[in-house]
């Protein structure tokens, strides 16, 4: 069997048991703390929760999956060994309620022996058997289950069923929430397949776990109790690639000298022809013996698996509308794209070779999932312009791997995560890079590194470089003095040049300056410089790539100003202290959120001013109002506490091994750590108050999403948070005296007039329903006989449309077969009509609709509906009972 009849034979399967087939969900999951859709079970969650009700007993797919990033990651082990991918299908059947234990592994051996002709004899079984401390009981109804299976089959139950313990063995949505045990079924394929099951879950080739029965039948309380469900569900998970590589490597079961792969199946063999056929090797399914010391041959075949198994992921998560990018899940699907052209160029594989997959992939799988075929040109542009972007990047990265290899007997970390970071390389190539050519790699250094940075900062901190007038003494970079307070005001010192900018402004630059450029999400600094009798006003403080620091003033000021002059420098020193406070109560707001929500917390961006701060960071959900006030707890009592505030320079390599770092920040050889007494160091270069009881106060303003995952907090320090805490403390107190109460009283004044108004609101619409009711009597007397048909056709008095309908029904029930017609003016210029048709009135050739199109035209507007029912509206409300007589006339003429 091939994949497509493997895939369609287990749809077709279940479908013969009853099954929906159900569509495999996006890529793009609907929960928030997901990268990506990497189960078959995503899509169904809510089902399992309750949280709305299944829409079948009994559903079966095929779902795809992309696990890289996050808690689920193959992306590093993909290409080394024969069964990781980052993007699979997962088949699966589900009950909701509906069979459970007994037809799940009927069924499951009937499809894999009597279907697809697995050898009975190389199955093996693995039932809950709990170790101490885990949960529930001996999953005995799975192993009663699976003996009878067995021994229908001639094999003995005790040699193919096993046992596993939580880790295995039982399956957990969450800490709480639907669990419990799980049968595996595994394959012996080595040659004689008579291990015996001595291999099951040994990480062995050789015995492969094709498929996972989860049997949800426990609730996992917060106690950490479990009690059985109202209802039991199953939730099976089958390794597509893993079945499609059994069967092709086998040769249908009849060969087992082959070792086994999932790169055997024709889902890979197209995607080979079309490596091969641009790079004149061939695909030999040799694997590295040591992934740090591989063959010529052994990293040719890891690099087909590895360019395989890449355009897959980036075109269906295209197809979903995942594009490569610089945050989040769009960032893993860019490393991936940069992972598969960097291993492509030890092919010499051409410019562009990514983006010819795209076509021989649709090809294979287009036929089940149209959504390529669809979507291929946006496909193929997306991938094309992403490799092409990267092999601009990627010389430029070669050249300085070169440099350092020439120069340096080991690759720091901090090199490697820039070569990561800026150029693209992954960690494993240049790892391989690296042993070729004889030098070390700090592989510790670069993962710290990693926990400081993502690149998603680069592109939303990214300045405009202003280039300044050539010169020996303009080359230099500027010496900044501003740690030092003493330095803010009355500083001396020589401006080296002016460069222009744009036509209204320009820039001073000197040799030495007090003056924050701006970096970091910390705004740069303002003040004035003097020269002599002259001064100017800095409007602000840039740096550009050189170091040079950007003092910004009006073009109109620079004039007559010339380099070599001497200048004194003032800092706005109230906007500097205000920068300050609100730049440590942004390390403060990051050490609480990490304390409150987790150390998975980490910046994502920020902005530091004078007189408010902004911090994103990644969560899966909005703070709780329980958990916002913990953290400005947490804040504020490390202000009361009025803790020092230390700050030194050392060498990167020796920074302290806790040291945690802001979003997107470029660290040199020489770093700056900042240190606060109870709560940790930083990486910082930024400007900080000495002690935190200068901050005065902290109050967090709102909360935000920013984007899946992202979420953003603005807050107040210092001043600001008094000024915002005084204004709101006057607006309660003028609450308080307009509900002549205290301050400490007006919520629950407020509370006692909600439920006085919705009581008064209650008793308004009792009054309006009894005096619309009332209207039923006077009504009916006003019927009258017409075409064998009973009619009411009058003006109402009633609040709102609804209740004309509520009396237009009231009405239809006590006239018998008829006509209902209403009207209720409810301003000068707006009225409401109404027609109610019986059946009898219908068949006489009386429609709802056209009455009511009829009425509602004569009275200047529009309206219609059904034959049974209508409403519309007009503006002549003085033509109403005119538009009535004349209508009653007709019936009679």
Known sequence: MNSAEIRQSFLDFFKSKGHTIVPSASLMPESPNLLFTNAGMNQFVPYFLGERPAP??????????????????????????????????????????DYFKKDAINWAWELLT?????????????????????????????????????????LDPKVHIHTG???????????????????????????????????????????????????????????????????NHVDTGMGFERVAGVMATTKNFTDFLQPP?????????????AVSSMSGHVYGATLPANRDDMSGEEMKDCIFRVLADHIRTLSFAIADGILPGNEGRNYVLRRILRRAVMWGKRLNLPKGFFARLVDPLVKKMAPFFPELEKRREIILKVIANEEAAFERTLERGLALLDRITAQEDEISGEQAFVLYDTFGFPLDLTALIARERGVKLDETGFEAEMQKQRARARAAQKKTVITVADGEDEAAATQFTGYDRANLSNFSTKLLAVAPGKKDEAFLVFVQTPFYAEMGGQLGDTGTATFGEKTVKILDTLKDEAGRYLHKISAKDAAGIEGGADAVLNVDLPRRLGIERHHTATHLLHWALRKVLGDHVRQAGSLVTDTHLRFDFNHFEPLTDAQISEVETLVNGRVLENRPVNWSVMPFDQKPADCIAFFGEKYGALVRVLGIDGVGSELCGGNHVEMTGEIGSFKIVQQSAIAAGTRRIEAVAGMSAFELLSGRFAQVQRMADALSTKPQDVEARLKALEKDRAQLEKDIRALQQKDAAAQIDSLLLASFKAKDLSWVVAKAQVSNPQDLRALSSQIEKQIGEGVVILASVFAPDKVSVLAACSKAAIEKGYQAGKIVAQLCGELGGKGGGKPDFAMGGGKDTDKLESVFKNFIDSLNS
């Open 56 to 97: 079948y007993k009994r559903a079966a797919d095929t779902q795809k999956c992309i696990r890289a990033g996050g808690k689920h990651n193959d992306l590093e082990d993909v290409g080394f060994d024969t069964y990781h991918h980052t993007f699979f299908e997962m088949l699966g059947n589900w009950s909701f309620g």
């Open 114 to 154: 009597d279907v697809w002709k697995f050898p009975k004899e190389r199955l093996y079984a693995t039932v809950y058997q709990p170790g101490a401390g885990d949960p529930a009981a001996f999953d005995q109804e799975a192993y009663d289950l699976w003996a009878d299976v067995f021994k229908k089959a001639g």
């Open 165 to 231: 313990g939580k880790k295995d063995n039982f399956w957990m949505m969450g800490e709480t929430g639907p669990c419990g045990p799980c049968s595996e079924l595994h394959i012996d394929l080595t040659e004689k397949g008579d291990t015996r099951g001595a291999l099951i879950n040994k990480d062995s080739p050789y015995c492969i776990e094709i498929w996972n029965l989860v049997f949800m039948q426990f609730n996992a309380q917060a106690d950490g109790s479990f009690v059985p469900l109202k209802n």
């Open 261 to 273: 792969s999932n790169y055997n199946s024709d889902l890979f063999t197209d995607l080979f022809e």
